[in-house]
């Protein structure tokens, strides 16, 4: 089954930085899909943090992540990035991705398909 693998994640104290990955296997994803990246901490409900389109690679991100967090991707890897840099204890959560034709409804994941397991992020004050 097509589906995304995540990682990088990791513990990290305040400040600190991450680079998440999001790979896929046996399909050209980046070449007819949008990808986004999601949070989900326990007890909250999961919510976008970026989005790069297919066709011209446009980044969007949430204000909460806005300067600090920053998406790309390797068409030759098949892979998105997640640059996370000045990680704050509120970024803790479980981080995954998943696809869709357009970035429209990245700020809650309707839609999208073929979501990895994630990869877990702590950040510690």
């Known amino acids: 089954q097509l589906r995304f693998t995540e990682s990088g994640g990791g513990s990290v104290q305040a400040g600190e930085s991450l680079r998440l990955s999001c790979a896929a296997r046996?399909?050209?994803?980046?070449?007819?899909?949008?990808i986004g990246w999601f949070r989900q901490a326990p007890g909250k409900e999961r919510e976008g943090v970026s989005c790069v389109t297919i066709k011209d690679g446009k980044e969007l991100y949430r204000d909460f992540v806005q300067g600090r967090f920053t998406i790309s991707r390797d068409r030759a890897k098949n892979t998105v990035y997640l640059q996370m840099n000045d990680l704050k204890p509120e970024d803790t959560g479980l981080y995954s991705c998943a696809a869709d034709t357009s970035c429209i409804n990245y700020f809650t994941g309707w839609n999208y398909d073929y979501w990895g397991q994630g990869t877990q992020v702590t950040v510690s004050s």
């Open positions: 046996g399909f050209r994803m980046l070449d007819h899909y949008a």
